[in-house]
C-alpha cells in the first residue's frame, strides 16, 4: 500500500501487540502509511486498516502467540492470540508484510500517502488528506496472482 511514483524512505521500527505477548521488528519499514478500505479490512478491525509496508526482513518474537488468517488465495492476516491486536497482513508470495502502523512505538515520521480499495470505503466517513487512491480493481492487478 505504498505510493508507486516515489521510493519511500525506509527504517527500522519495533512494536508489539497490546500484552506484549508478540514483538515483531520491521528491519526495511516504510515512511509511508496507507489505508485499506476493503470490507475486509473493514470488518477485521472496525475501520480502514492502516498499515506500513515492511518488506520482507521482519523479525517476529512470540510466534505461538500468533493466529493466522487465510483471508484468500493470496493473503493472510494475523493477530495475537492473547490479546486479540491486528498484527499484520502478509501477501503469501513474496511473503510482504503490511504491519498495522499502530502497533510501533514511535510513529513519527510517518506520513499517510495511499488509500486502496477506494472503490469500497462506505460513505459514512472521511479521510481529509491528499492522498494517492486506487480502487480494488487496481491493486488486485497489482499484487493478486494472475491466472494462466
Known amino acids: 500500500m505504498t505510493n ?30 496507507g489505508a485499506c478500505h476493503c470490507g475486509m479490512c473493514r470488518r477485521w478491525g472496525g475501520g480502514p486498516a492502516f498499515e506500513l509496508d515492511c518488506g520482507t526482513d521482519v523479525t517476529i518474537t512470540g510466534e505461538d502467540h500468533i493466529a493466522i488468517y487465510n483471508s484468500s488465495e493470496w493473503a493472510e492476516r494475523a493477530f495475537c492470540k492473547a490479546c486479540g491486536t491486528n498484527l499484520f497482513y502478509r501477501l503469501k508470495e513474496p511473503g510482504q508484510y503490511m504491519i498495522a502502523s499502530a502497533i510501533f ?35 488486485e ?8
Open 4 to 33: 508507486t511514483a516515489k521510493t519511500p524512505e525506509t527504517s527500522e521500527h519495533k512494536g508489539h501487540c497490546l500484552c506484549g505477548a508478540v514483538q515483531i521488528t520491521a528491519h526495511q519499514a516504510s515512511s509511508e502509511v
Open 105 to 139: 512505538d514511535n510513529e513519527e515520521g510517518l506520513n499517510f500517502t495511499t488509500q486502496v480499495y477506494i472503490d469500497d470505503k462506505p460513505d459514512y466517513y472521511s479521510l481529509a488528506e491528499q492522498t494517492e487512491n486506487l480502487t480494488g480493481a487496481q491493486v
Open 141 to 148: 492487478a497489482l499484487y493478486a496472482p494472475q491466472s494462466g
